[in-house]
């Protein structure tokens, strides 16, 4: 009786299961279900054993007994094959709706095929102790409800191969073709017996490339990590199951902890304490941050409690390693949309929202969720009307008071969406400059700028030139003017018809790059204008800093001179200063007619605002012209 096989195979499974259940785990689905497939290919194993040892001692058991054991052992082929579809439904449908519908089917199905496989005759074949097997309709039902289930698991990993974590179908697939190509070579050959071990081979191979939990485990802290993370609250959405989260910072750890070893036992008294809270997960993010995930039944006021006194006692051996750490908490996870936008939601608080109360606390809510999710469809509508050419540059007047008609315009930018309606400028700017996009954008409108000064529409309606706003994230772009300079070259624009705003910016580093770019455009011809005066983001320090011709008062400014008697000597006097300097003014936000003769008065060379004309589109922009600059 030659057994070695099977009792190696039987050998690797018992030592996968001894090593997986001393394994810390989060208890996810998919690991209850494959620690079910690893028993059953144990107890298949186990009973080919059997199996054989009763075909062996055939002659002296009764023959009900030497089939119940070879029916037995056939019979976990059709189970270890249902619990491997069951695995993969797990990670599919996540015991959702779809999942425990299938379950009942599957179940009934399988009860069915070994009550067939019991019924159906088996035959024995015992030709000496080395070369014994068994054949007949039995064994032949085994084979076809095994492939029944194989394909089963193959149809359901393509068509939801979008849905299903890539590891574990690569890994499930190896284990599949190991058990077909076995059950190929023993169905050719029934004296080869290697179904057994070709399972216990499998689940060895979905283990190492999966299911081991130490891949779920940071190396440095030895807590779960944020791809442990991602599925158990992948799985709790899916089950509809309500969790609180606290995501733990700390600040001020390197001012308060002085010593290299004491950092290393702060560090370790805090996982162990976190680890040692009752209904709570604790893992770590990739930022290094703790993220403490709470069991629906834990009250998270309570776990915050709990949190804040234990830091306050301190760590070390004389507990004086003292550290306040920040606590963003989330009392419901289900906010959110999808279990997907949890990491990204607390990265987007991080960076835009760090606004604590004075316990450094900060409450993540609905209101902090739909800005991140704004700001999410701002940048889908900034990439679509890029993509789709849905981009339109939209252009303001500005009046001449010594030539008595309008010389420049400013260009600004505009975008339609999917319905053909305008975003306001103020819901997509800031987004964009945010994460960047605004250098696409920029590129875009100034592009279409040039388009339109190459068709001398503008120039024969007696604009001189156009301005165009460059944003701070711009200006801090190291290849700027040439991007520039390469599109006016492109279209053939003189670059004196060319005048770019400029906002002030409080970074050493972007400045420099900025006084680097303006240079190059200066000597190119270009020249500049210093945008926002008035409101706090440019002074008369910047004016003097930066070579620009034209100082643009803010509307805000503007109105001040009208309605604030202190504002209107400011104003005066910077005035003078500009004049002095022999720079133009423009002064934006001109409603009236009054507001219109003051600013004459004042000697402002550019007049901008809604008296004359809102910003227009291109079409209305040459009509406006040509009804007002004859």
Not at 41 to 59: E, H, K, P, Q, R
Not at 103 to 110: A, Q
Not at 539 to 545: A, K, R, T
């Amino acid at each position: 009786m030659n057994i070695k096989m099977q009792c190696c195979g039987l050998i690797i499974l018992l030592v996968i299961i001894f090593i997986y259940s001393r394994q810390k785990k989060i208890n996810l689905n998919t690991e209850k279900a494959f620690l079910r497939l690893l028993i059953m290919v144990a107890i298949g194993l186990t009973l080919d054993i059997c199996s054989l040892f009763a075909l062996n001692y055939s002659s002296v058991l009764p023959s009900f007994v030497v089939d119940f054991f070879c029916k037995s052992y056939i019979s976990t082929l059709v189970l270890v094959a249902y619990s491997g579809l069951m695995y993969v439904c797990v990670d599919v449908f996540n015991q959702g709706a779809g999942y425990k519908k299938r379950v009942w089917i599957y179940n009934i199905l399988t009860a069915v095929e070994i009550i067939i496989i019991f019924i159906l005759p088996i035959y024995k074949e015992i030709e000496d102790k080395s070369n014994m097997y068994t054949y007949g309709p039995s064994v032949i039902a085994t084979y076809i409800f095994c492939v029944v289930y194989f394909l089963l698991i193959t149809v359901l990993i393509l068509r939801s191969k979008n849905r299903m974590n890539p590891k574990r179908r690569r890994a499930v697939i190896t284990w599949v073709i190991l058990w077909i190509g076995a059950a190929i070579i023993q169905f050719i050959d029934n004296r080869i017996l290697i179904v057994g071990f070709a399972g216990a081979v499998g689940v060895m191979v979905v283990y190492l490339i999966l299911e081991n939990p130490e891949t779920n485990r940071d190396r440095d802290t030895g807590l779960f990590n944020e791809t442990a993370f991602l599925q158990y609250v992948k799985q709790m959405y899916s089950n509809n199951e309500d969790f609180g989260l606290i995501e733990i910072t700390f600040p001020h750890a390197s001012e308060l902890i002085h010593s290299e070893e004491a950092g290393l036992r702060f560090k370790i008294d805090v996982i162990d304490y976190v680890c040692s809270l009752p209904e709570v997960f604790a893992f770590q993010s990739m930022e290094d941050e703790l993220l403490l995930v709470l069991k629906p039944n834990m009250d998270i006021n309570t776990v915050e409690t709990m949190l804040r006194s234990r830091f306050a006692f301190g760590w070390g051996k004389n507990h004086e390693s003292l550290t306040k750490p920040n606590y963003m908490i989330m009392p419901s996870a289900l906010i959110l949309n999808r279990p997907e936008d949890v990491l990204p939601f607390l990265h987007y608080v991080r960076q835009n929202h760090n606004d604590f109360t004075d316990d450094d606390r900060l409450v993540l809510d609905l209101s902090l969720v739909n800005h991140m999710y704004e700001e999410r469809d701002i940048e889908l509508l900034i990439t679509s009307a890029l993509k789709y050419d849905r981009i339109e540059v939209f252009y303001q007047p500005i009046f001449s008071t010594k030539e008595n008609r309008f010389t420049s315009a400013e260009a600004l930018c505009r975008i339609y969406n999917e319905n053909g309606d305008i975003i306001p400028p103020v819901r997509f700017i800031e987004v964009a400059e945010k994460n960047g996009m605004i250098l696409k954008l920029g590129e875009r409108v100034f592009e279409k700028v040039c388009q339109f000064l190459q068709s001398g529409m503008p120039q024969q309606l007696g604009i001189k030139y156009i301005e165009v706003n460059l944003s701070v994230v711009q200006c801090s772009y190291e290849l700027l003017s040439q991007q520039f300079i390469h599109i006016m070259e492109e279209y053939q624009i003189d670059p004196s018809q060319i005048n770019l705003e400029i906002t002030e910016t409080g970074s050493v580093s972007t400045r420099k790059i900025m006084l680097e770019n303006m240079q190059k455009l200066i000597n190119y011809g270009v020249q500049f204008s210093l945008d926002d005066f008035g409101t706090g983001n440019s002074n008369l320090n910047y004016i003097v800093d930066m070579p620009v011709n034209i100082v643009k008062f803010d509307r805000t400014m503007t109105n001040s001179y009208f309605n604030n008697g202190k504002a209107k000597y400011v104003m005066d006097a910077a005035m003078h200063m500009i004049h002095g300097m022999e720079l133009q003014i423009v002064s934006e936000g001109i409603e009236t007619e009054e507001q219109l003769d003051t600013m004459k008065e004042l000697n402002i060379s550019y007049i901008q605002g809604y008296y004359f004309s809102k910003p227009l589109p291109q079409e209305e922009f040459l009509n406006f012209l040509r009804d007002n600059n004859r």
